[in-house]
């Protein structure tokens, strides 16, 4: 088994998996912040839930972080591979008349979410965690609404979420029909799921523009 | 019509290569793409020049053998067509066309256009057989019946001819489609069981070693395979070689 | 040299067997330390390349191709004939054997024959062992089409693909065994010469197509299988490289070659365009079932179609001449190759063809969407149907027939054929002639096979479809290893043959001389430019018709064209590289002189008899008047020809041919 995850196709296959992964937790994700629109209490509750809760801190999310480091850096390990794998650059090659452009350039709509990664860990991420375990300041059920209310005010930031997650758009756009393709399930590209999957590569990331707009502008 | 060329010379696979300019007049459009090539070479041997080397035989898009990615595409423009069944109809006068050998770092050129494709033959080598003599004794055929439906899609598979535009065209010089083409044909019929496990590891083994890329689905192969070999062969070479890991 | 077929005695049914029986055989030991050399990897080179190996001698296989799946055995489309008689239709053994003999115009012999169809059914099992996808019934039995005329359906497929699943089949059994390492594989090289050692073929020279190296290679037996001459013509249905250097190298070194006159020109492939044209289309043959075929009955009509003036749908039904249906009421469009070929080019030598050129006939499927459409409106009870309606619905039944050749007919004319007429004209595409062999598929030089299209043995003068792969596979799977031990036996106590003796300094010298003086020549002519030529003379004098006074000049008008060729060929770049100028200068040069020996037999052979017809050789009254009439009290004999410096002077040495089991009759198709 360890042999198979060295091979080009286990490498393909691993990336499916992690992609899966964090397919169903972009669900999740987008689920809780939707309360946001709809509720203070309920999201706040939601949130503190997510926050304090033994299993997701200490198992799910070291798992997800895992999940993510894994699918970026089989990302690139994958891109520089391929990169190697190519002779003499073709002086002309037209490569919209076979293949769509998100397609071809994961590795651009990739590294794009990366940035926004980063930007979104130093927005939330280690405020929280310095806030939990660092100065491990007394509990509060009802900081999370204001945090994020909060952190909508910059329309540049609002700006850099919403491209972002436009190119999140794109990125699942390719890839939620190519995991399956990875995965050996030929349905991936079959109608269903071909629409199930362009309707998640438009949702999801539609969704999470629309809260971070709500919260802009509603203040 | 009248057409500007610029054409990929190279003199051997030690030399470094160029892109050179030429000029072909009184190209009819019922010429197939090759004809327009012989016509440019005739020229050149007049002029005292070198032809254009090329890859080339059968001339009906079955033998697999001519190449050239043309205009940005493999086989050039036209879908479902090899090069040689292009014709020149699918150009305008006054048209400059773009031809470039195939490209990968698993398929270096050997001179101008002629790439060499044998990373493709140790690959099969390595597993793209059933082990089965010579006996004259072999069970009679139709003592294996296999449903019209299997019969008919290892069909689909087998009818790759391997001219390796999948890799030319693939962003990642990937060979999955070829490979998953000539895996899919014998797991799809029942005498290629005994030696699926083995088959599919060796044959993946050997692409790997031979420096061809990764997939990433980008599905520029099928569209421009010459013979709409289906992106379903590559997932069933996945679903093959995770059962065999998994064996 | 008296010929010597070495057919066994005894009845024809049991000769293989017992032959087999009593053959000579190495022992397994002794086999790791014989060498043998195939060249060419076709079905026949292939399939043989891999038995041998497997059986345990060291193989080395030669290609000119970058690959063997790349030989032209690839391009066969129809199927493949085997005596299984899966459909219970009273096909037997002899039932193709009779076939085949027959539809070879009786000009083959009867003991290759049989054994050809004994091991047919053998070929089968084997390539589906093998996973070859043959074509199956919901059932997930075989399926069988007929073909070419016969009254049985024997013919196994992969739908129009046929050829390229069985060399692919072929070209995975030589994987295996070059992965064990009992195949050495040289792709890209080219045999220029054979080698003879005190008689015996002991190896070859050849060139490698990428350095331009000139190589040794020695082994106990050399097998040629190195496909037809069809190329001879310039434009046929062959591959760009198909070529007959080997066979040609290994005639003049005392290799007789066999009825060269007996080609086959298929009637239904896509008509030339153009001056550039460099090679012609098949279109299967199975298009002659529905389509009908016809020219113009008046001669303004004629020109005015070849000058686009006027549209073939546009000529009133009775202004058509559907002159094979006129000729041959009997079987109408369904008249054997030869026959069709020679009344589409009477037309069009009467100024009635269709194109540009002049040369191309209408086939016509209008009438088969009309019947069809007419009993599809009945069978889903149409009432009263519309034009329109009767022709959707025949238009459907003819794509689900013929979908894909119409496809590829549109690619390469860019016309529509469901809206107007095909245009189809004969072309080269099989050579039946070739090198002389015996029983064991020896030639006449020790050591030396030949198999496949490139020897003469089994086709006569005309094959059969679906013949061509059953005759190559079963030469290679199922004959030669077993024959050629026979011969290998004697020489297991040979010991490796060295490649620095004079024998080998000579033969290289002499490629190497040939080779030195086309690049040093710089004449004023490319290689196209004379090939163009000959192909030219051998159409026009050597092709569906022939008479004395035309081969006559033929012979006169290729020698001169070769001379000049000598002279003037201009090869550009240099020995020590991939030159494809090079490759082919030395193959025009073989068909310079082979023309001439094929014009010479035809010459000689004053009968009509398959694929070669001799206008001095006709019915001279009666139904049959006009048509072929073969001389079986002088001619049924193979014309095997020695070489002795010029074509003009070869020297015929006659294998006069027996019919014990089977009648023999003239054909009649009226």
Known sequence: MSGFFKSSIGRKVAMALSAFFLMIFLLMHVSVNLLSVFSEET?????????????????????????????????????????????????????????????????????????????????????????????????????????????FVSPLRVGAYVIAFVLLGLHLAHGFTSAFQSMGITAGRKKTLKSIGKAYAIVIPALFIIIALYHHFNH | MNLTLKIWRQKDSNTKGQMVDYKVTDISEH???????????????????????????????????????????????????????????????????????????????????????????????????????????????????ISKHAADEAMDAATCIGCGACVATCKNSSAMLFVGAKVSQYALLPQGQIEAADRVRNMVAQMDLEGFGNCTNTGACEIECPKGISLDNIARMNRELMKASLS | ?????????????????????????????????????????????????????????????????????????????????????????????????????????????????????EVSANIIDQCVAQGVPFARDYGGLLDNRSFGGVLVSRTFYAKGQTGQQLLLGAYSAMNRQIARGKIEMFNRHEMLDVVKIDGKARGIIARNLVTGEIERHSAHAVVIASGGYGNVYYLSTNAMGSNATAAWKIHKKGAYFANPCFTQIHPTCIPRSGDY?????????????????????????????????????????????????????????????????????????????????????????????????KEQAKIHNIENASAEKIYDLGKKIVEAKYGNLFQMYEKIVDEDPYKTPMMIYPATHYTMGGIWVDYNLMTTVDGLYCIGEANFSDHGANRLGASALMQGLADGYFVLPYTIGDYLSHEIRTGKIPTDTKEFDEAEKEVKDRIDFFINNKGKHSVDHFHKKLGKIMWDKCGMSRNEKGLKEAMAEIKALREEFWKEVNVPGSANEMNPELEKAGRVADFLELGELFAKDALERNESCGGHFREESVELDGEQKGEAKRNDKDYAYVAAWEYKGEPADAVLHKEQLEFKDIELKQRSYK
């Not at chain 1, 769509?100 to 130093?122: C, D, E, K, P, T």
């Open chain 1, 43 to 151: 999201f706040n509750a939601a949130s503190h839930f997510m926050g304090t809760n033994w299993v997701i801190q200490f198992i799910m999310q070291p798992i997800l972080i895992f999940g993510v480091v894994f699918h970026f850096v089989m990302g690139f390990v994958l891109e520089i591979k391929n990169k190697k794998a190519l002779g003499v650059p073709y002086v002309k090659n037209n490569g919209a008349a076979n293949s769509s452009w998100a397609s071809r350039n994961m590795i651009y709509s990739g590294l794009v979410i990366l940035a926004f990664i980063v930007l979104h860990f130093i927005d939330f991420w280690f405020p929280e965690i310095n806030y939990k375990y660092i100065e491990a300041l007394p509990a509060d059920p009802t900081r999370y609404y204001a945090e994020l209310h909060h952190k």
């Open chain 2, 31 to 145: 010429m197939s793409f090759l004809e327009m090539m012989d016509v440019l070479n005739e020229q050149l041997i007049n002029k005292g020049e070198e032809p254009v080397a090329f890859d080339h035989d059968c001339r009906e898009g079955i033998c697999g053998m001519c190449s050239m990615y043309i205009n940005g595409e493999a086989h050039g423009p036209d879908r479902g067509v090899t090069t040689c069944q292009l014709h020149m109809r699918m150009f305008k006068d006054g048209d400059t066309i773009t031809i470039e050998p195939f490209r990968a770092k698993a398929f270096p050129v050997i001179k101008d256009l002629v790439v060499d494709r044998s990373a493709f033959e140790r690959i099969q080598q390595a597993g793209g057989y059933i082990s089965v003599n010579t006996s004259g004794n072999t069970q009679d055929a139709n003592s294996i019946p």
């Open chain 3, 1 to 117: 040299m008296a010929l010597n077929s070495r057919v066994p005695e005894g009845p024809i049914k049991d000769k293989w067997t017992t032959y087999k029986d009593k053959i000579n055989l190495v022992n397994p030991a002794n086999k790791r330390h014989i060498d043998i050399i195939v060249v060419g990897t076709g079905l026949a080179g292939g399939s043989a390349a891999a038995t041998l190996a497997e059986l345990g001698y060291n193989v080395k296989a030669f290609a000119y191709q970058d690959s063997p799946r790349r030989a032209h055995s690839i391009a066969a489309q129809g199927g493949i004939n085997a005596a299984k008689n899966y459909q219970g239709d009273g096909d037997s053994t002899y039932r193709l054997f009779y076939d085949t003999v027959k539809g070879g115009d009786y000009r083959s012999r009867e003991a290759n024959v049989y054994r050809l169809a």
């Open chain 3, 277 to 373: 044209q460099s090679k012609l289309t098949l279109m299967s043959e199975s298009l002659r079932n529905d389509g009908r075929i016809w020219v113009p009955k008046n001669i303004e009509d004629a020109k005015a179609v070849q000058q686009r003036k006027l549209k073939p749908t546009d000529i009133a039904e009775e202004n058509r001449d559907y002159f094979l249906e006129r000729r041959y009421p009997a079987f109408g469009n369904l008249v054997p190759r030869d026959v069709a070929s020679r009344a589409a080019k009477e037309r069009c030598d009467a100024g009635y063809g269709v194109n540009a050129t002049g040369e191309a006939v209408f086939l016509d499927f209008a009438s088969a969407i009309e019947r069809y459409g």
